[in-house]
């Protein structure tokens, strides 16, 4: 059996960057990653038309100056196989590969008492004293309950399976399930080579447009020269993003300048009209409808076919309470004579048969099926591995009605395991987010290191404390009342059925607050073995 200090499970954006801190304390890491390289999302979502949705510059790694100004974004909002490369380029620079070991699906991990006793799905056992999960909150995929679903004899693939060698729409008829943000960047990109594409849509989403651009050269310049500027404006918003709400209140101004500003807004890249909007956006209900009414009245003007607008509308849900897709010609896609948007909800899909689908309604015929139909957020990779904690204890069990974390990166009872993006870290702009915890945690191990600690465990108290916090944070949110992973609900898998406060939603600047108290504090909120203050210390 190999032994290490460290086994990171992953080697996305968040196992990376820890198998690179972990080295320079130097520990003897191994990275189990099921995929053949490295990038997690950014390796598995390899569908046509998927990119950022957060400017690219602000998106990459932060932490090393020499490669901020070697690489060069092409786009604003750069498209996924350029992000790849990216990756790839990062792990070429830092010689990941050796410490990664690919192919290597994580099937369970033990707490023994002293560490982590971790198998693959081939079989082989590996122990740790640290157990780092890097597995992403949106990873674990899911696919449509649905009869006769391994009956189709055409292709047919979620968008996070896509297979690597692509796909030739031309001339084929073709379905996609699901209008989420990947939807969305499937649809508009299908519909370009497609011969007939019918999307099935169960609820509607308010997309606002990406307007992305190539970066010139003089750009290019600015933002190499801007970094450190630009990465402390992350840091300093609500979501890490570079936009940030407006401070006004919705009637604060007049009608005429809030439909300026939402103009100003629509017309602008990125999501500035989601998270740079009125403050009040998602908390007031007349201020949240009338933005609605705002991005409804743009859908009527571009989708030319008055009945299909309103199937496009969402009637149940205001905008931005849930993820906001963000487009590029999105709804000009429904004014294509060869497209055809059928309502999931009216006309329920009841099976998938060998040739196509069948509706309530009716038989369709398809080449090609398509799931973009999301995933089990936040948790559902961690549910996917078999996690025993102190006595035996299944992480899966002790989470079943809902994550209980202290900051999202420690759980009472799984002694030594770290999670990166586990439940209640704040996300966003998702690696600035990573790179603070992987920060923290490398902080704690070095804190362990020098202190001749073998064992950190979140105490209970710490953790009741931080769960009151994750709930007070939600306090009047919107997004609330609405299904999405945003609120921890997936009709497609069992237990989540049910609205809960999934996700830690207040600030990034208050979470790292909050964080850093913790380390400054020397780690109260830690019961530590040997404890602090014995002998060894
Ligand atoms: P999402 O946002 O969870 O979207 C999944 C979509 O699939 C959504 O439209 C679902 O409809 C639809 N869906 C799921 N199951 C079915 C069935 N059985 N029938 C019809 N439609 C179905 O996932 P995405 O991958 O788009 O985005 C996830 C995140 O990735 C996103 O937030 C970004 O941060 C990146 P529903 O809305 O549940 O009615």
């Not at 000009?332 to 055809?340: C, D, K, L, S, T």
Request: proline share 5%; hydrophobic share 40%.
């Amino acid at each position: 059996m190999a032994r290490f200090d460290a086994i990171i499970i992953g080697a996305g954006m968040s196992g990376m960057f820890q198998l690179i801190r972990l080295r320079e304390l130097g520990m003897k890491v191994r990275v189990f990653e099921a995929g053949t390289g490295v990038g997690g999302t950014w390796y598995w979502n390899r569908y046509p038309g998927a990119r950022f949705d957060s400017e690219s510059y602000s998106y990459g790694f932060s932490f090393d100056p020499e490669l901020l100004q070697e690489w060069s974004w092409s786009e604003h909002f750069a498209p996924q196989p350029e992000t790849l490369r990216y990756l790839n380029r990062v792990a070429e620079k830092y010689e990941l590969h050796r410490d990664i070991q690919f192919n290597a699906e994580v099937k369970s991990a033990h707490f023994t008492g002293e560490g982590w006793h971790v198998t693959l799905a081939d079989g082989s056992a590996h122990e740790a004293r640290f157990l780092i999960t890097a597995i992403g909150p949106l990873s674990a995929h899911t696919l449509p309950r649905i009869e006769g679903i391994e009956s189709f004899r055409g292709p047919s693939f979620h968008t996070a399976r896509w297979p690597k060698e692509g796909i030739d729409f031309a001339g084929k008829r073709v379905a996609v399930i699901g209008t989420g943000a990947t939807g969305v960047q499937t649809i508009q990109e299908v519909a370009k080579t497609v011969g007939h594409l019918t999307v099935f849509q169960r609820t509607p989403n308010w997309c606002t447009p990406l307007h992305n651009s190539q970066i010139t050269p003089e750009q290019q310049a600015a933002i190499k020269q801007g970094y450190p500027e630009m990465f402390a404006r992350c840091a300093e918003t609500y979501a890490c993003f570079l936009h940030t709400a407006d401070p006004r209140g919705t009637f604060e101004v007049t009608p005429a300048e809030r439909e300026a500003f939402w103009e100003k807004l629509y017309a602008s890249p990125g999501f500035g009209i989601w998270v740079g909007n009125f403050r009040d956006s998602y908390t007031d209900p007349a201020a949240n409808a009338e933005l609605s009414a705002f991005i409804a009245r743009k859908i009527r003007e571009r989708v030319k076919d008055p009945k299909v607008a309103e199937m496009l509308i969402p009637k149940n849900h205001g905008f931005g309470t849930r993820r906001v897709p963000m487009e590029t010609r999105y709804y000009e896609v429904y004014n294509q004579p060869n497209v055809e948007l059928v309502d999931s909800k009216a006309t329920p899909i009841t099976r998938i048969t060998p040739t196509g689908l069948s509706t309530t309604e009716r038989d369709f015929e398809f080449d090609i099926i398509i799931y973009a139909t999301g995933f089990d957020g936040l948790t559902g990779a961690f549910d996917r591995i078999d996690i025993r904690g102190r006595d035996g204890a299944s992480l899966k069990q002790a989470w079943a009605s809902g994550a209980r974390t202290l900051v999202g990166m420690l759980a009472h009872g799984f002694p030594n395991m770290f999670m990166l993006l586990g439940p209640h870290t704040a996300l966003g702009n998702i690696p600035r987010s990573i790179e603070y915890n992987v920060e923290w945690v490398t902080a704690l191990l070095a804190h362990m290191q020098a202190h001749h600690l073998t064992l950190a465990e979140a105490r209970p108290e710490a953790v009741e404390a931080w769960m009151a916090h994750v709930m007070e944070c939600s306090i009047g949110l919107l997004s609330n009342d609405v299904d999405s992973w945003f609120t921890g609900v997936n009709k497609n898998v069992e237990g989540r059925q049910v609205r809960t406060v999934a996700r830690y939603s207040g600030s990034a600047p208050g979470y790292r607050a909050r964080c850093d108290e913790i380390a400054a504090g020397g780690y109260a909120e830690l019961d530590f073995s040997p404890a602090c203050g014995s002998a060894s210390d």
